[in-house]
């Protein structure tokens, strides 16, 4: 292995991810990996990188790195104010860092998580097929002041990749997001599921297990008991303050909110990459 970089500074929060875990949520583990997969998987073709590739997966910023070698990597998803060695440093194209150069990912300023993948993906061990973390239950290695983190000598890029700029994804800080009805949807009474479909929702935090919202409360016809439900990325659950939750990569498998919806697997990069006190309306779509 080839030590890459070494945590000078920690931020907010980063985690390693790859695609994720599949194949365990019958034993109660979650899927996790990228939670904009998007932006992960276009960073990996960028490099021409296995499509598994394992990333660091950064929320909001306040990180400092230091190169331990020279290697190639790209910067994706939200952007910010990001540098080398103070010289401002551009998402979605390759570049290059030499040892000793300092990477700063000092905050985002559209978006909320950012990717940083080396050429080559990160070396970590594999754990149940795959190198994700789910700190909840001890797999994966934390990132924090003074991990290093390693990669593979590799042959650099012999020019620079990137995508374009009109190819590159917007993330507003209000959006419409198509949504499927969940199992539960005509148990809620005719104003909150007009609510739900027209009025707007405002994200108040949350974390890799699931995004709160705060809006018009969502009610139940009349109150009963819910047999717990499988749930999945996306899942919005209503709990009993009558407030959505959904559901993120690190979620529960089984659930016994009442399901009112389910985000379309296309739009979940939106929802992941929405900044505190966002807005979203949800748009119903057929299956």
Not at 51 to 65: S, W
């Amino acid at each position: 292995m080839k030590p890459l970089l070494k945590i000078l500074r920690q931020g907010v929060y980063a985690s390693i991810q790859d695609r994720g875990r599949f194949g365990y949520r019958a034993q109660g583990i979650p899927v996790s990996g990228a939670m904009d997969r998007f932006s992960y998987e276009m960073g990996n073709q960028i490099l021409n990188n296995p499509a598994n590739a394992a990333c660091l997966e950064i929320f909001n910023g306040g990180f400092e790195l230091e190169a331990l070698s020279d290697h190639t990597y790209v910067l994706t998803g939200a952007e910010g104010n990001f540098s080398i060695n103070h010289v401002k440093v551009e998402c979605w194209k390759s570049f290059r860092l030499k040892k000793g150069d300092i990477l700063s990912i000092k905050g985002t300023i559209k978006g909320s998580i950012l990717y940083l993948i080396p050429q080559g993906g990160l070396k970590v061990e594999s754990i149940l097929n795959s190198r994700s973390s789910y700190h909840k239950a001890n797999l994966g290695e934390l990132v924090t002041a003074g991990s290093i983190l390693y990669g593979q000598e590799i042959e650099p890029l012999a020019y620079t990749r990137g995508l374009m700029q009109e190819h590159r994804p917007q993330f507003e800080n209000f959006m419409q997001v198509r949504v499927f009805k969940g199992p539960h949807f005509e148990l809620f009474t005719q104003e909150s599921r007009i609510s739900f479909l027209h009025d707007s929702y405002q994200y108040t935090g949350g974390n890799r297990m699931g995004y709160y919202f705060k809006g018009e409360k969502l009610s139940l016809q009349k109150k009963k008991n819910i047999i717990s439900e499988a749930t999945q990325f996306g899942t919005i659950q209503v709990p009993a303050n009558g407030e959505p939750i959904i559901l993120m990569a690190d979620a529960q498998t089984v659930g016994g909110y009442p399901i009112i919806a389910t985000v379309h697997e296309d739009d979940l990069n939106k929802i992941a990459q929405l900044r505190t006190y966002s807005k979203v309306t949800f748009c119903l779509v057929e299956d």
